[in-house]
């Protein structure tokens, strides 16, 4: 088969959904099909590469809120019109992708519905009034169309497409494909390295949604009682540096270190030698950083929205508290440092955990299935 992915973020990838997207390429790739990927280019003309085997082409993009979408879509649009005779399949990947018209089959992952998310949104910059605004009127009746569109509907969680038949959709019309982890390459260190300090890993997007202005809140009352940890946030984001000014307001400077985007060899190593895993987002699809860390048998601390809930069943592979709550944060931070047998209970859990659900030759193998329902239903 031929198919066209297209998606709305950075490719090569630098986050959650791109990361699906090209894992789930490359194992395409490898059972023999041919594999082409659409997304925001800049100002400039349409551009094409070959990436890791991956046909890339990056359509002109303007970010002029709140018309980018509508513009952007013009441009994939001319590009999908010209090989339409040479693909089998189009892939949607949501939120934020540009409205797709063609006549070849279309399937969509929705990977967090803009209606539910953009409620989650705090109203506390002119920004995120935009977003918000952007969100209800722009991007959700957008998703509604690609949807109502699309001849096969997946999510990357349960609870996401629970979401969707309350908000669009009858029950029992949705696919669920989880996201996947390259469980040989995301791997536990069998003997982690003895540091004097401990450090508390985060990887993502430097967000105010990821919750990261609330781990530095929790410094507040974790550094009150013990000076044995660190917290280590490997990422970028449009809020880096209010995130830095605000541990260097609280006098943390020294404790929370920022390594920005960490090449993938790096990464697996951060995993392998943290004393513990922490995600304070609002919400989620189903996070690849999650299972990376899951895989390396880490400790998981994360706040219990949807996403991170259905992959860990709290006191068994992994530790939920509620969001926006830094105190409790803290008091489960001090409670996994304090118990290494608790750590080591979660951390081999978790493990499990992705070896028997979430390796990217299951996710593959069950998205295929997906493709060839879509196919038979055209014939």
């Known amino acids: 088969m031929k198919i066209c992915m297209v998606l709305s973020v950075p490719f090569p990838p630098d986050e959650g959904i791109g990361y699906y997207t090209y894992n789930l390429s490359k194992k395409l790739i490898e059972k023999g099909h041919e594999i082409t990927v659409i997304t925001r280019g800049s100002f400039r003309k349409t551009q094409r590469e070959i990436f890791d085997g991956i046909e890339v082409i990056k359509a002109p993009f303007f970010p002029i809120y709140p018309f980018y979408l509508k513009v952007h879509g013009k441009f994939v649009n001319k590009v999908l019109k010209s090989m339409e005779s040479q693909i089998d399949i189009v892939h949607i990947h949501s939120p934020l992708p540009p409205l797709v ?48 569109s699309s001849k096969v509907i997946t999510t990357v969680t349960e609870s996401v497409a629970q979401e969707l038949r309350d ?95 960490v090449e993938k060899d790096s990464l697996v190593k951060l995993y392998q030698n943290a004393t513990l895993f922490v995600f304070p987002s609002y919400h989620e699809g189903l996070p690849s950083v999650v ?62 955990t992705i070896v028997e659900k979430y390796s990217w030759d299951i996710t593959t193998d069950n998205m295929l299935k997906c493709y060839e329902s879509l196919l038979g239903a055209q014939k």
């Open 291 to 352: 299972l990376e860390a899951m895989s390396c048998g880490l400790p998981i601390l994360a706040t219990d929205v949807r996403g991170n809930r259905d992959l860990i069943t709290n006191g068994k592979n992994g530790i939920l508290v509620p969001p926006r709550e830094p105190k409790k944060l803290s008091d489960e931070i001090n409670r996994l440092l304090d118990d290494a047998k608790l750590r080591d209970y979660l951390g081999k859990n978790e493990r499990e």
């Open 167 to 261: 908000n669009y959709l009858d029950v029992g019309s949705i696919n669920v494909v989880y996201n996947g982890v390259d469980e040989k390459y995301f791997y536990p260190r069998k003997e982690k390295s003895e540091n004097k300090t401990k450090y508390a890993l985060f990887v993502g997007r430097i967000d105010r949604e990821k919750g990261l202005f609330d781990l530095v809140e929790c410094g507040r009352y974790l550094f009150k009682d013990r000076s044995d940890i660190n917290f280590v946030i490997a990422g970028k984001g449009r809020d880096l540096k209010k995130l830095k000014n605000k541990t260097k307001n609280f006098g943390f400077k020294d404790k929370f270190i920022f390594l920005g985007q």
């Open 101 to 148: 018209k063609t006549s070849v089959p279309m399937i969509i992952t929705v990977h967090t519905p803009m209606l539910t998310d953009y409620r989650q949104v705090k109203i506390n910059s002119f920004y995120s009034l935009l977003s918000k605004i952007s969100a209800r009127y722009v991007s959700f009746p957008l998703e509604l169309k690609l949807i109502k």
